[in-house]
């Protein structure tokens, strides 16, 4: 009689203590970790993979939404491991290894007021924050840092090569000479027709080329002129530089340094590339 008292007890001990795990997680299917997140791996658990930690550079595919609405839709990603708050982001990657799926619910309020640009609110209230993330890979934070390092002695390198570059390209095309503005310029055709002033809408036609005239942008070539506001900031320094300078008519060839340009890049431009424009300034648009 005692044997079956005791087995009874443990039985219901046994059930209330699933009863009472099941009633930790508010949410169904998702588990409770104790910086107060919820989480729900998907699919096979790659238990023998990397893990990341803090200074570790992941890559991961992701999603976030909060109620009905995709604040970001499934999208490639990287980022560089940190700690800013318990609970955070960074807590709920470092469960996974790489090769990893899971459904993190997150305080959205919270994420917002540490993660996001300054300012910008949650608009949901108190409703949590569902992340939906892929582990792809990492890079440790050793060999980050190592790489980090020659890419800037690389950057180092190719900003002292472009004075240098210039300086045989001006030898080149003497016929071309250095503005105040900081870029060298060719008349190439006067035009007669209005002067640009600030912030007036214009339309030219362009072509753009590296040093060794290979070409990589031409409006010429699309068969459609580029319109821009002068003064606005909508392209870059040289640009702005020159143009405004210009009347309608002109045609020239500018050089400009990369600091007038696109500085340690962008897609499709090397660090520290100076570039030569041919820019024809067609309409001053009028209101």
């Known amino acids: 009689m005692k044997k079956n008292v005791k087995t009874i007890m443990l039985i219901g001990l046994a059930l209330a203590t699933v009863f009472t795990l099941g009633a930790c997680s508010k949410y169904k299917g998702f588990k409770k970790d ?29 999603s976030l939404r909060a109620g009905d609405s995709i604040l970001i839709p499934m999208m490639p990603n990287q980022m560089l491991m940190d700690s800013l708050y318990e609970g955070d982001m960074f807590a709920a990657l470092r469960m996974m290894h790489v090769g990893d799926s899971a459904t993190f619910i997150l305080d959205g309020p919270k994420f917002f007021e540490n993660m996001m640009n300054p300012g910008q609110e949650y608009e949901f209230g108190e409703d949590p924050l569902y992340l939906d993330v892929k582990l792809l890979g990492l890079m440790k934070k050793a060999d980050f840092e190592k790489a980090q390092a020659e890419y800037e002695a690389q950057l180092s390198e190719r900003k002292e090569l472009e004075a240098s570059d210039i300086e045989e390209y001006l030898q080149k095309h003497s016929d071309m000479k250095q503005q105040t503005t900081g870029v060298y310029l060719k008349t190439v055709k006067k035009g007669t027709g209005d002067k640009v002033e600030p912030l007036q809408t214009v339309k030219v036609h362009y072509t753009g080329r590296f040093l060794d005239g290979q070409v990589f942008d031409s409006s010429v070539e699309r068969g459609e002129p580029f319109a821009f506001t002068v003064g606005a900031g909508q392209v870059i320094p040289g640009w702005d530089a020159t143009v405004s300078n210009m009347k309608v008519g002109d045609k020239v060839t500018v050089l400009i340094p990369s600091d007038l340009a696109y500085g340690e890049g962008t897609r499709g431009i090397p660090p520290y590339t100076p570039l030569v424009f041919d820019i024809e300034l067609l309409e001053v648009v009028k209101e």
């Not at 998907?42 to 992941?58: F, S």
């Open 34 to 62: 104790k910086s107060g997140f919820y989480y729900q791996f998907h699919g096979d658990i790659h238990d023998t993979a990397d893990q990341p930690a803090t200074g570790d550079l992941v890559g991961i595919m992701m």
